[in-house]
Nanobody, 126 residues
Framework: QVQLVESGGGLVQAGDSLRLSCAAS????????TGWFRQAPGKERDTVAA????????YYAETVKGRFTISRDNAKNTVYLQMNSLKPEDTAVYYC???????????????????WGQGTQVTVSS
């Protein structure tokens, strides 16, 4: 089992920055690929970014490319999502997720993951 706890969400204005953190416990974190997802009210859960277990490979949705950066610190069992130039359309509950990975790949679909955090709310006002 892997437990994930997100933090860092909040209410900001358009153009501001936030850094989300996801702390993991329970297993060897460096064996797990991770991802960030978001879900706005009435919408499906969308992929935001993903990172391989080593951190060397990353993926970004087109809507956040150039503004968001995913990273991880395996020594701290933590994955981060740095969000810059935030827009009102970034408003959502943000979730981190993890799955065991025997490769150096990232995974981009929500159903690729079997461990999820409880989510953290990000609200961007215009």
């Amino acid at each position: 089992q892997v437990q994930l706890v997100e933090s860092g969400g909040g209410l900001v204005q358009a153009g501001d920055s936030l850094r989300l953190s996801c702390a993991a416990s329970g297993r060897t974190f460096s064996n797990y690929a991770t991802g960030w997802f978001r879900q706005a009210p009435g919408k499906e859960r969308d992929t935001v970014a993903a990172i391989s277990r080593s951190g060397r490979s990353t993926y970004y949705a087109e809507t956040v490319k150039g503004r968001f950066t995913i990273s991880r610190d395996n020594a701290k069992n933590t994955v981060y999502l740095q969000m810059n130039s935030l827009k009102p359309e970034d408003t959502a509950v943000y979730y981190c997720a993890a799955r065991y990975s025997g490769s150096y790949s990232y995974f981009t679909r929500p159903y690729d993951y079997n461990y999820w955090g409880q989510g953290t709310q990000v609200t961007v006002s215009s």
